[in-house]
């Protein structure tokens, strides 16, 4: 059944947008007027409008969280182990979301499926909300008959995801907001406070002392040229954005973040927990080894981490085993390759990622744990030292000038 995009207003004289299933212009328009609003435009919704839809999901602040993507993948994953058709679950979960962003991206995947596409196709349409890792998963579900199961180890594995990320944001909230306050503060300082006490040291004639002066100098600099150093940060930024925009140059700094220390240790176990945890999702969902690595190779954060998990399922199809593949890599942790190696010998590979998943995630939680006490203090160290040199500079005269007046 098509989907058609229309625009309509409520009794109040509200806008009112949206993307709505029937069988005809005609029978969409009188959708509209049944949920009580008037349509004052309908069209057949386009695969560019679906893309649109997409991006400016992802893009304003309505977007789809790992939070509602969990809560809809966990009642996806509830109706269909309850045998229910998967454009039926669509169509509940989709009512239930209704005026959510969601709930029209699960209407057009719905309206896809209908035209006989399959579920991954279907959600491909809307890359820019489900990742590539949650398509490759659902993909590989539908090709062994395991999508409930699969579904519900990705309700999971996302709510995970979700945890861990506003675990480091929580805790390095505090830091940042000390260095920018502080460097806000600095920099007011430089601007309003510096000038006005020189002026006072200037008219006594007095000589200045050489952290002063140069506390005078990076006043002048910031007075002057501080708007254009703000601008050419903004213009720097953006040009290593479109640089890394380029496949060669990403992948050449993500090789340099997986090779070079002190990023080495901290990106070596952020993917590799990554890897671990979506590959035993998918074997415990009984999904084809081959396929399950290429699945887990799309959530690896890293772009060369990634190319180097698609190696292993490459070389595991050629009929290498799964731990002589990954010790080939160079890029997994030996903790995960001997626990690959037992879990291929025991026949509970499964179950031995998993608990390799879990290993690592505890040694990347302390890892960050480490990080973020060493930051706290280390910004506490270098602003409460920018501090103390300004205000030395600034009491360093009035002490010479006290002791002149002495004499």
Known sequence: MPVFRYSAVDGQGRAQTGMIEAA????????VRDRGLLPTAVALATERARTDLSKGIVLFKRGV????????????STLIGSDIRIEEALRIVAAQTE????????????????????????????????????????AAGEQS?????????????????EKARRKVQLALLYPALLAG??????????????PDIVKVFVSRGAEL????????ALSAFVQTFGIWVLVALALAAVAANRWLAIPDNALRFARFRMTTPPFRGFTRHLNAARFAGSLATLVRSDVPLVEALQASAAVTP??????????VAQRVREGVSLRGAMAEAETFPPLLIAIVASGEQSGKLGLGLERAAQDLEQELDSLVQ????????GVLLVMGGVVLLMVLAILLPIVNLNNLAGL
Not at 24 to 31: P, T
Not at 145 to 161: D, P, R, Y
Not at 370 to 377: H, K, N, Q, R, T
């Open 370 to 377: 480490a990080i973020v006490a060493l930051v706290e203090p």
């Open 24 to 31: 005809s212009d005609v029978g969409a328009r009188q959708l």
């Open 181 to 194: 306050v502080s460097a806000m503060m600095i920099a007011l300082m430089m601007v309003y406070v510096v």
């Open 209 to 216: 002392p050489f952290l002063t002066r140069a506390l005078i």
């Open 99 to 138: 005026g959510q962003p969601i709930g029209t991206v699960l209407t057009d995947v719905r309206s896809a499926i209908l035209e006989g596409r399959s579920f991954a196709v279907a959600l491909g349409r809307h890359p820019k909300v489900f990742p590539e890792f949650y398509r490759a998963s659902i």
């Open 145 to 161: 008959g395991k999508l409930s199961q699969v579904l519900a180890h990705l309700t999971e594995f996302v709510g995970n995801q």
């Open 65 to 76: 969280s790992s939070k509602t993507l969990a809560a809809v993948t966990r009642q996806l």
């Open 302 to 311: 890293n772009r060369f981490a990634r190319e180097r998990a698609l190696r």
